[in-house]
């Protein structure tokens, strides 16, 4: 069974920082494309970033580009989400979620962690 934990959310003032990190445990880690989603109130939940089971490839919600950064370390089955130059409009809660290589839709997902972003 696989587990996702994510952490480094938080009250950050707009235009600040945040990485966000994702722990796996399970299976194999480099089996899995990881991804980042996010749900603000009121809200459905949003894709924000992807990265192939190796690293080598990534993909980002057009709201993303240019200021977050999705990465992973394999040796340290964790992903993360740098996030540069906050706004608003990007306080939600983020999920981290895994999806088999062989498949199109994310099968495990973490519980969540909450970004506030102040104005």
């Known amino acids: 069974q696989v587990q996702l934990v994510e952490s480094g959310g938080g009250l950050v003032q707009a235009g600040g920082s945040l990485r966000l990190s994702c722990a796996y445990s399970?299976?194999?880690?480099?089996?899995?494309?990881m991804g980042w989603f996010r749900q603000a109130p009121g809200k459905e939940r949003e894709f924000v970033a992807t990265v192939s089971p190796s690293g080598g490839s990534t993909s980002y919600a057009d709201s993303a580009k240019g200021r977050f950064t999705i990465s992973r370390d394999n040796a340290k089955n964790t992903v993360y989400l740098q996030m540069n130059s906050l706004k608003p409009e990007d306080t939600a809660v983020y999920y981290c979620?895994?999806?088999?290589?062989?498949?199109?839709?994310?099968?495990?997902w973490g519980q969540g962690t909450q970004v506030t972003v102040s104005s």
């Open positions: 399970g299976r194999t880690f480099s089996n899995y494309a």
């Open positions: 979620a895994a999806r088999m290589i062989t498949r199109s839709q994310y099968d495990y």
